[in-house]
């Protein structure tokens, strides 16, 4: 069994006005993150660590921001590609692990939508997801409400060859 690990990471700006996306759920809010899709950082750190656990490099390499297609895309299109891109590697997702870092809104009632959304889209049961959720107490960019970043974990496996 070939068994490897990923990490991924993503940050974004938060901007008055903007669509808040996470996870491949809306949230009303004041803010919202900015970026050249739908800035969702949670699908975003996911994506890179599934990459990185197939040595695929990032989410940069595959969909640019420097391309005018990617421009406002749904970022569950984006983890649709990455998944299939795992999948046509003959590797499957055993779990991720993932935490979102942010001081507001408070998205622990969420969560569940979230895990059910992403557990569609790659096609693996809603328990091999976990999203956790806390605050950098006040302090840094987080912390006045001026970004959000989101951290990933993700294993993947794939029989033997």
Do not use: W
Not at 30 to 38: L, N, Q, R
């Amino acid at each position: 069994m070939d068994i490897r690990v990923g990490f991924g990471f993503d940050v974004h700006q938060l901007h008055d006005g903007q669509d808040f996306v996470i996870g491949g759920v809306h949230i009303e809010h004041t803010k919202g993150a900015v970026g050249h899709s739908d800035a969702d950082v949670l699908i975003h750190a996911i994506c890179d660590a599934m990459l990185g656990a197939a040595n695929l490099r990032d989410i940069g390499t595959h969909f640019p921001d420097s391309d005018g297609i990617y421009e406002n895309i749904d970022s569950s299109i984006l983890l649709n590609n990455v998944n299939g891109l795992l999948v046509r590697e003959g590797y499957s997702i055993s779990n991720i692990d993932s935490t979102v870092c942010l001081e507001a809104p408070k998205i622990k009632p969420y969560i569940v939508e979230m895990q059910e959304h992403l557990a569609e889209i790659m096609k693996i049961d809603l328990s091999r997801i976990s999203i956790k959720a806390t605050t950098s107490e006040k302090m840094g960019f987080i912390g006045r409400e001026e970004g959000i970043a989101a951290y990933a974990t993700v294993l993947i496996q794939k029989p033997s060859s």
